[in-house]
Nanobody, 126 residues
Framework: QLQASGGGLVQPGGSLRLSCAAS????????IGWFRQAPGKGREGVSY????????FYANSVKGRFAVSRENAKDTVYLQMNSLKVEDTADYFC?????????????????????WGQGTQVTVSS
């Protein structure tokens, strides 16, 4: 199971840190992706982190503002979101990537992931 948390209401320019807690499987054998889905839009890949943290990808829209990290000892992945914009408003989900690291580009494809947690809502508004 995966459970995302840490969402909330924040003003533009503010920060939030999301957490994705895993249970029921060997967390340190899987890469984890973050996705988001805004109302009326499809699910968008935000970031990906490999098992060791040595391979990380970001969507162009969040590069330089978001940072993904993980603590395997705590079975948790984090998404630090800074300089938030109104357009970052969405439900945020974490998902498990099965197998080896994805080829660059495929990390952002939802169908590549085999397990999803419930989302956490992020609202950026003044």
């Amino acid at each position: 199971q995966l459970q995302a948390s840490g969402g909330g209401l924040v003003q533009p320019g503010g920060s939030l840190r999301l957490s994705c807690a895993a249970s029921g499987f060997s967390f340190d054998r899987y890469g984890i992706g973050w996705f988001r889905q805004a109302p009326g839009k499809g699910r968008e890949g935000v970031s990906y982190i490999s098992v060791s943290g040595g391979r990380i990808f970001y969507a162009n829209s969040v590069k330089g503002r978001f940072a993904v990290s993980r603590e395997n000892a705590k079975d948790t992945v984090y998404l630090q979101m800074n300089s938030l914009k109104v357009e970052d408003t969405a439900d945020y989900f974490c998902a498990r990537y099965p197998g080896s690291n994805p080829i660059a580009g495929l990390w952002a494809v939802p169908s590549q992931y085999d397990s999803w947690g419930q989302g956490t809502q992020v609202t950026v508004s003044s």
